[in-house]
């Protein structure tokens, strides 16, 4: 970036993250909101209506105390729910049920690396609160005449992961977001889905001279639905930002949001009309003692975690940090990774392949590796065909693209398998010849009856052919020459 | 007596139904009758007593029920407007429990806006007259369901008090209504005034039906997370054990500047008569009951512009037409659908929540209830229940405070610490002043509600004030 020599980039992310559970935050509605018709999935209680009163998910404060742990936090032995007061059509109480100033969890931090080098980003807080209905605008929303809320939504659990303002640039605050998702995918709170808006985030960005130790004024940025939308609005937003400075202008602290399809953020709201949310305890929930038996118990059920996972892969398997960061990303990759390998394919091929064509095919059609038809038992035999040399390594590239475009891949595997055999007697018996002239003994031995030195004969064949001979007409080639 | 067959759960409705009949214009303590649910659950409940099957003690026994409590499908509007026509779809866990007793249904009892009053002027609807002078006060918030008690209206009826809306018309009327400690009784589909100090509780004409009332209500619902685990004791076993060996307390703060000469006579006089039961008597101090009224008329308002933030006109209840925006709809709709001192105290509560205020109101207010639950707390290391006035007045006229709303506040000055400090209350008839009725209080420590009840009962049987009825009681028999 050519701006960032006289300015310093301040980012600091919140993250929402709806917390996988059967059922809703106060109530016992199911959280399967995308799926069921719109309202089917509510109640008295997550339509607030009157007299209707909010009961714990004890899985949900779980998840989030589990969260907190992965993301080194400390965990106080007091919290409680509180009341953030605002009107809006999708919230039917007319306040949100969150957590203001004795959250389950604070202090903590999370590690990822930009470019093979380790970052550590400070956590201010993980809290969990409940998530809002769904407003459906019939057409553009400044000139809807009419709009209609789905509550399915309503109630349904989110935790919200507030970053110090540790973040230095675009770059950084893309990977904190693709660790931190993963870090969810591995303990299994979250799905990671942030087209659905299941994983959302929103970015708080200053700029302030080099050296400065005060903040500069902050905007925050909404609507990113993916990690390119972060990066990008990030990247536009300092851009923009920059040139106000730089024009001698002063930045208003606002809300802005970012419109993917134009490549630009839009002034939402300014802090003049910032709402007052007049936080106070929630009465209807008393405060909650988190024991440290609970706590002990959520860590010892901790999976490992991405980045022992990474430290696993770089010592374990002899891979580059750059290589074991990409690869533990997600679980679902660091799973099919570790199950390839174990299949027989050597680490080292093992991770080219996949952080090679097979991301790049991945990525092309925003797929995730566990919906790929690909398995780690076809990886796995190609490998080993271009490891044993039967095949070019341009030839694997183009089966490869085939079995992924295949709803089976093992047809094209087969294939490939079958159009390199060398079936044809003329040359299979140039190959026979090679072998009886370098293996006079064996030879003899056979014909003395030893029948054990056939399958020596054969082996020697295949090595020769390069395991391309057809072993069923190979032998009876052999058989035929040598008795 | 239904048990025994000496008269029919039908014909005992239909008698409590004639009197709201003949008397219901009078006094207009019901918003809504609901005859056929009544007559279908009286004949219900005579099926079950004919069967001897699973007879519980309120089975046939007609009861009214405050607005504040949510009936599915019949309309529930909390005294507001707002809530016009708004059926729920669901029962209250009090509602659900009593259905299950076999108890038959009257109806909706009229009732301060949201529960916000002193004498049922703030119904959204109109003023309940008080069925011993009908120019008169009921006393509120509970206005309906006292009125409905003292006149005939319903043998037994809920109320909900959060600074005293049960035991303040209680004394007005001269019946029995208790305030269960907070937790005591589940809150489910109690239409929320203030969460922290909102507690349903039973208005009855004696203190032996007051019990069976708690009873059936009384106990943890897991719908309700602030409600207690604490097992409910048999309020009937220990009713009867007198006060001899008691101690009670008589706090110097509870007789109040302005409270009336008669008031204040009554009272000494039940408290000389309980003494000469075999109680001791001594004076203590509540030291903080002063600031008691100002911290509640913090908290309670800061509750209720937040709970009241849902009746926003988006999905049911009332919508103001014509808006051209969101903005718009949200005002007019709150505008027209709320009564003025709802109003009021949404704007107290709002100013008291904003940033900036909320240490020197909200906080603070805060640390005065602790000062309160102190205060209870080192008295009842003293003694075993409190003994005072419940309202320092008798009923008073219609109309004539509903332009100050300070001298309104002021009614409740010593019933709303029971609500601030987590214990128990009751007020039952003590005398009469000028054919008006007077309520002696008895504060019982946070769950022993037995205890009140048995002070009360005691003082009861001593007396003959619960003979005494209202003009149109005594009209119908």
């Given at each position: 970036m050519a701006v960032a020599t006289r300015y310093e980039v301040v980012v600091g992310l919140e993250v929402h993250a709806q917390v996988l559970t059967q059922?809703?935050?106060?109530?016992?509605?199911?959280?399967?909101?995308?799926?069921?018709?719109?309202?089917?999935n509510t109640c008295p209680v997550c339509l607030g209506l009157p007299g209707s009163l909010p009961v714990i998910n004890r899985r949900a404060v779980e998840a989030t105390i589990r969260t907190a742990l992965a993301l080194n936090c400390e965990i106080p032995e007091f919290?409680?729910?509180?009341?953030?007061?605002?009107?809006?059509?999708?919230?039917?109480?007319?306040?949100?049920?969150?957590?203001?100033?004795?959250?389950?969890?604070?202090?903590?931090?999370?590690?990822?690396?930009?470019k093979g080098e380790m970052r550590r980003c400070g956590i201010t807080r993980v809290h969990l609160e409940e998530d809002t209905g769904k407003l459906v605008h019939e057409g553009a929303i400044d000139q809807a005449q009419a709009s209609l809320v789905n509550f399915n939504r309503a109630g349904v659990p989110l935790m919200e992961i507030v970053s110090e303002p540790d973040l230095r640039s675009a770059d950084e605050a893309r990977e904190y977001v693709m660790r931190l998702r993963a870090i969810l995918q591995y303990i299994g709170v979250n799905n990671g889905d942030m087209e659905s808006g299941q994983l959302r985030c929103d970015a708080n960005v200053s700029l302030?001279?080099?050296?400065?130790?005060?903040?500069?004024?902050?905007?925050?940025?909404?609507?990113?639905?993916?990690?390119?939308?972060?990066?990008?609005?990030?990247?536009y937003e300092i851009g923009r930002q920059t040139e106000v400075l730089e024009a001698g202008g002063r930045l208003v602290q606002e809300t802005r949001g970012w419109n993917d399809t134009r490549g630009l953020t839009v002034s939402q709201r300014t802090k003049e009309f910032a709402e007052d949310y007049r936080y106070f305890p929630e009465?209807?929930?008393?405060?909650?003692?988190?024991?440290?038996?609970?706590?002990?118990?959520?860590r010892s059920s901790l999976p490992e975690l991405p980045a022992a996972r990474r430290?696993?892969?770089?010592?374990?398997?002899?891979?580059?940090?750059?290589?074991?960061?990409?690869?533990?990303?997600?679980?679902?990759?660091?799973?099919?990774?570790?199950?390839?390998?174990?299949?027989?394919?050597?680490?080292?091929?093992?991770?080219?392949?996949?952080?090679?064509?097979?991301?790049?095919?991945?990525?092309?059609?925003?797929?995730?590796?566990?919906?790929?038809?690909?398995?780690?038992?076809?990886?796995?035999?190609?490998?080993?065909?271009?490891?044993?040399?039967?095949?070019?390594?341009?030839?694997a590239k183009q089966t490869f693209e085939a079995m992924y475009r295949a709803p089976d891949p093992g047809p094209a595997l087969a294939a490939l398998r079958g159009s390199t055999q060398i079936s044809g007697d003329a040359e299979l018996e140039g190959i026979v010849a090679q072998v009886i002239g370098e293996n006079a003994k064996s030879v003899a031995d056979f014909k003395a009856g030893k029948q054990q030195a056939l399958k020596f004969l054969i082996g020697q064949g295949m090595k020769i052919s390069k395991g391309r001979a057809n072993p069923q007409r190979l032998e009876a080639l052999l058989k035929e020459k040598i008795t | 007596m239904l048990v025994d067959r000496e008269i029919s759960s039908v014909e005992l409705t239909e008698a409590v139904l004639g009197q709201i009949d003949t008397v219901g214009e009078k006094t207009k303590a019901y918003l809504l009758v609901t005859r056929e649910l009544a007559r279908r659950q009286a004949k219900d409940a005579d099926e079950r007593l004919r069967a001897n099957r699973d007879v519980?003690?309120?089975?046939?026994?007609?009861?009214?029920?405050?607005?504040?409590?949510?009936?599915?499908?019949?309309?529930?509007?909390?005294?507001?407007?707002?809530?016009?026509g708004f059926s729920p779809p669901y029962s209250a866990t009090v509602v659900e429990r009593l259905e299950a007793e076999g108890a038959v249904f009257l109806g909706k009892t009229n009732c301060d806006e949201f529960a916000m009053g002193s004498s049922n002027e703030n119904s959204g609807y109109w003023p309940v007259h008080n069925p011993w002078a009908l120019e008169r006060v009921p006393g509120g918030s509970s206005g309906g369901s006292a009125a409905a008690v003292a006149s005939g209206e319903a043998v037994a009826a809920l109320g909900s008090d959060t600074g005293g809306s049960i035991r303040q018309p209680a004394a007005l009327t001269g019946i029995v209504g208790f305030k269960p400690t907070y937790g005591r009784v589940s809150r489910y589909g109690l239409i929320a005034f203030a969460s922290?100090?909102?507690?349903?509780?039973?208005?009855?004409?004696?203190?032996?039906?007051?019990?069976?009332?708690?009873?059936?209500?009384?106990?943890?619902?897991?719908?309700?997370?602030?409600?207690?685990?604490?097992?409910?004791p048999d309020y009937l076993s220990t009713l009867r054990n007198g006060v001899k060996g008691m101690r009670l307390g008589v706090p110097k703060e509870y007789f109040v500047a302005g409270m009336e000469p008669a008031v204040e006579q009554a009272i000494r006089d039940a408290i000389r008569l309980l003494e000469q039961q075999g109680a001791s008597i001594e004076e203590v101090s509540l030291p903080h009951s002063d600031v008691a009224l100002p911290a509640y008329y913090i908290i309670a308002p800061a509750e209720a512009s937040s709970n009241l933030a849902r009746y926003d006109g988006v999905r049911y209840g009332y919508q103001a037409e014509g808006a051209k925006n969101l903005i718009e709809e949200y005002m007019l709709t709150r505008q027209q659908g709320f009564?003025?001192?709802?109003?009021?105290?949404?704007?107290?509560?709002?100013?008291?929540?904003?940033?900036?205020?909320?240490?020197?109101?909200?906080?603070?207010?805060?640390?005065?209830?602790?000062?309160?639950?102190?205060?209870?707390?080192?008295?009842?290391?003293?003694?075993?229940?409190?003994?005072?006035?419940?309202?320092?007045?008798?009923?008073?006229?219609?109309?004539?405070?509903?332009?100050?709303?300070?001298?309104?506040?002021?009614?409740?000055?010593?019933?709303?610490?029971?609500?601030?400090?987590?214990?128990?209350?009751?007020?039952?008839?003590?005398?009469?002043?000028d054919g008006l009725p007077i309520g002696l209080q008895l504060i019982a420590p946070g769950f022993r509600e037995e205890v009140a009840l048995q002070v009360a009962y005691a003082f009861e049987t001593a007396t003959d004030f619960r003979k005494l009825q209202s003009p149109l009681m005594r009209a119908a028999a």
């Amino acid at each position: 970036m050519a701006v960032a020599t006289r300015y310093e980039v301040v980012v600091g992310l919140e993250v929402h993250a709806q917390v996988l559970t059967q059922s809703k935050m106060f109530c016992g509605c199911s959280t399967d909101y995308l799926t069921t018709p719109p309202n089917a999935n509510t109640c008295p209680v997550c339509l607030g209506l009157p007299g209707s009163l909010p009961v714990i998910n004890r899985r949900a404060v779980e998840a989030t105390i589990r969260t907190a742990l992965a993301l080194n936090c400390e965990i106080p032995e007091f919290s409680k729910f509180d009341r953030k007061n605002y009107f809006y059509p999708d919230l039917p109480k007319g306040y949100q049920i969150s957590q203001y100033d004795l959250p389950f969890s604070r202090h903590g931090h999370l590690e990822f690396d930009v470019k093979g080098e380790m970052r550590r980003c400070g956590i201010t807080r993980v809290h969990l609160e409940e998530d809002t209905g769904k407003l459906v605008h019939e057409g553009a929303i400044d000139q809807a005449q009419a709009s209609l809320v789905n509550f399915n939504r309503a109630g349904v659990p989110l935790m919200e992961i507030v970053s110090e303002p540790d973040l230095r640039s675009a770059d950084e605050a893309r990977e904190y977001v693709m660790r931190l998702r993963a870090i969810l995918q591995y303990i299994g709170v979250n799905n990671g889905d942030m087209e659905s808006g299941q994983l959302r985030c929103d970015a708080n960005v200053s700029l302030r001279p080099v050296g400065a130790t005060e903040l500069g004024t902050k905007v925050e940025i909404k609507n990113m639905n993916s990690f390119r939308a972060i990066h990008r609005a990030i990247e536009y937003e300092i851009g923009r930002q920059t040139e106000v400075l730089e024009a001698g202008g002063r930045l208003v602290q606002e809300t802005r949001g970012w419109n993917d399809t134009r490549g630009l953020t839009v002034s939402q709201r300014t802090k003049e009309f910032a709402e007052d949310y007049r936080y106070f305890p929630e009465p209807d929930l008393p405060p909650l003692e988190v024991s440290r038996e609970w706590v002990a118990e959520i860590r010892s059920s901790l999976p490992e975690l991405p980045a022992a996972r990474r430290e696993r892969f770089v010592t374990g398997y002899g891979l580059t940090p750059y290589d074991a960061s990409l690869l533990t990303s997600s679980q679902p990759m660091a799973e099919f990774f570790e199950e390839t390998v174990r299949l027989g394919t050597p680490a080292k091929a093992a991770a080219n392949w996949m952080l090679g064509d097979f991301s790049r095919l991945l990525n092309a059609e925003h797929t995730e590796i566990e919906q790929a038809s690909v398995k780690p038992t076809h990886l796995q035999q190609l490998i080993a065909l271009v490891e044993s040399g039967v095949i070019s390594g341009k030839m694997a590239k183009q089966t490869f693209e085939a079995m992924y475009r295949a709803p089976d891949p093992g047809p094209a595997l087969a294939a490939l398998r079958g159009s390199t055999q060398i079936s044809g007697d003329a040359e299979l018996e140039g190959i026979v010849a090679q072998v009886i002239g370098e293996n006079a003994k064996s030879v003899a031995d056979f014909k003395a009856g030893k029948q054990q030195a056939l399958k020596f004969l054969i082996g020697q064949g295949m090595k020769i052919s390069k395991g391309r001979a057809n072993p069923q007409r190979l032998e009876a080639l052999l058989k035929e020459k040598i008795t | 007596m239904l048990v025994d067959r000496e008269i029919s759960s039908v014909e005992l409705t239909e008698a409590v139904l004639g009197q709201i009949d003949t008397v219901g214009e009078k006094t207009k303590a019901y918003l809504l009758v609901t005859r056929e649910l009544a007559r279908r659950q009286a004949k219900d409940a005579d099926e079950r007593l004919r069967a001897n099957r699973d007879v519980r003690p309120l089975t046939g026994i007609p009861i009214a029920l405050k607005d504040v409590l949510c009936v599915q499908d019949v309309v529930s509007t909390a005294g507001s407007k707002i809530l016009k026509g708004f059926s729920p779809p669901y029962s209250a866990t009090v509602v659900e429990r009593l259905e299950a007793e076999g108890a038959v249904f009257l109806g909706k009892t009229n009732c301060d806006e949201f529960a916000m009053g002193s004498s049922n002027e703030n119904s959204g609807y109109w003023p309940v007259h008080n069925p011993w002078a009908l120019e008169r006060v009921p006393g509120g918030s509970s206005g309906g369901s006292a009125a409905a008690v003292a006149s005939g209206e319903a043998v037994a009826a809920l109320g909900s008090d959060t600074g005293g809306s049960i035991r303040q018309p209680a004394a007005l009327t001269g019946i029995v209504g208790f305030k269960p400690t907070y937790g005591r009784v589940s809150r489910y589909g109690l239409i929320a005034f203030a969460s922290s100090l909102d507690q349903i509780g039973p208005m009855t004409r004696d203190v032996v039906d007051n019990a069976i009332l708690l009873q059936a209500i009384a106990g943890h619902d897991p719908r309700d997370s602030t409600s207690s685990e604490r097992p409910v004791p048999d309020y009937l076993s220990t009713l009867r054990n007198g006060v001899k060996g008691m101690r009670l307390g008589v706090p110097k703060e509870y007789f109040v500047a302005g409270m009336e000469p008669a008031v204040e006579q009554a009272i000494r006089d039940a408290i000389r008569l309980l003494e000469q039961q075999g109680a001791s008597i001594e004076e203590v101090s509540l030291p903080h009951s002063d600031v008691a009224l100002p911290a509640y008329y913090i908290i309670a308002p800061a509750e209720a512009s937040s709970n009241l933030a849902r009746y926003d006109g988006v999905r049911y209840g009332y919508q103001a037409e014509g808006a051209k925006n969101l903005i718009e709809e949200y005002m007019l709709t709150r505008q027209q659908g709320f009564g003025a001192e709802v109003k009021r105290r949404i704007m107290l509560g709002t100013y008291a929540l904003s940033s900036g205020y909320y240490d020197a109101y909200y906080l603070q207010a805060q640390k005065v209830r602790t000062l309160i639950i102190e205060d209870f707390k080192h008295a009842f290391e003293k003694v075993d229940v409190l003994v005072g006035a419940t309202s320092p007045t008798v009923a008073f006229g219609l109309g004539a405070k509903t332009q100050d709303p300070v001298a309104m506040y002021l009614n409740d000055i010593i019933t709303i610490p029971a609500n601030l400090g987590n214990v128990c209350g009751i007020s039952v008839p003590c005398g009469l002043a000028d054919g008006l009725p007077i309520g002696l209080q008895l504060i019982a420590p946070g769950f022993r509600e037995e205890v009140a009840l048995q002070v009360a009962y005691a003082f009861e049987t001593a007396t003959d004030f619960r003979k005494l009825q209202s003009p149109l009681m005594r009209a119908a028999a």
